[in-house]
């Protein structure tokens, strides 16, 4: 009878054991990244994560890394390459999450060129979601980008909807715009 409750008090100490080193040793969480790994980084959660900047009392500026609300779709534990932050023409202290640049024609170039668009699926998932938010069709606006990028930019800035008047008579679900998925890697 001892050796039987030995024996489920080491499987429990084991078990309990094994969770608490997990949890430290696995996964990135993102308040512990500095803020040359933050910006493009996604945590063992899934969430991404997002640099933030402070200015203290002092007039000090200070950073720091925190999770987001925003899920990555097909990625976990993931601090971005230094390869792929200067192929899709990133910054590494690029502060939070926005679909701005997107605007910019020289970025969507580089975000639209091989390298990135076909090696750096973590950044083309962000900016998939990001554009979708904004009614773009990613992969439209990369088509786009080949030809006449101006007319794409048009319709990103102008999100494609335009909110009716107070008595228009528009069947309001009849325009809902449906959610994207990113595309696969191929």
């Given at each position: 009878?001892?050796?039987?409750?030995?024996?489920?008090?080491?499987?429990?100490?084991?078990?309990?054991?094994?969770?608490?080193?997990?949890?430290?040793?696995?996964?990135?969480?993102?308040?512990?990244?500095?803020?040359?790994?933050?910006?493009?980084?996604?945590?063992?959660?899934?969430?991404?994560?997002?640099?933030?900047?402070?200015?203290?009392?002092?007039?000090?500026?200070?950073?720091?890394?925190?999770t987001s609300e925003?899920?990555?779709?097909?990625?976990?534990?993931?601090?971005?390459?230094?390869?792929?932050?200067?192929?899709?023409?990133?910054?590494?202290?690029?502060?939070?999450?926005?679909?701005?640049?997107?605007?910019?024609?020289?970025?969507?170039?580089?975000?639209?060129?091989?390298?990135?668009?076909?090696?750096?699926?973590?950044?083309?998932?962000?900016?998939?979601?990001?554009?979708?938010?904004?009614?773009?069709?990613?992969?439209?606006?990369?088509e786009a980008q080949?030809?006449?990028?101006?007319?794409?930019?048009?319709?990103?800035?102008?999100?494609?909807?335009?909110?009716?008047?107070?008595?228009?008579?528009?069947?309001?679900?009849?325009?809902?715009?449906?959610?994207?998925?990113?595309?696969?890697?191929?």
């Amino acid at each position: 009878m001892a050796s039987n409750f030995g024996l489920k008090s080491l499987a429990i100490l084991a078990l309990t054991l094994a969770i608490c080193v997990q949890g430290s040793l696995g996964g990135i969480t993102c308040e512990n990244l500095n803020k040359d790994k933050c910006a493009y980084a996604v945590s063992s959660s899934g969430k991404r994560c997002v640099l933030e900047k402070h200015v203290k009392r002092s007039g000090e500026e200070a950073y720091v890394c925190r999770t987001s609300e925003i899920e990555a779709d097909k990625v976990t534990d993931w601090v971005e390459s230094d390869h792929c932050i200067d192929a899709c023409g990133l910054d590494r202290k690029s502060l939070g999450i926005s679909s701005d640049s997107l605007l910019d024609s020289g970025f969507t170039r580089k975000l639209c060129s091989t390298q990135c668009y076909n090696g750096c699926l973590n950044i083309i998932d962000l900016y998939f979601n990001l554009a979708a938010g904004e009614g773009v069709f990613l992969p439209k606006l990369c088509e786009a980008q080949r030809g006449d990028a101006r007319r794409e930019m048009a319709e990103i800035r102008s999100s494609g909807l335009v909110a009716p008047g107070p008595v228009s008579g528009v069947n309001h679900f009849k325009y809902m715009v449906a959610p994207a998925v990113a595309p696969s890697p191929a």
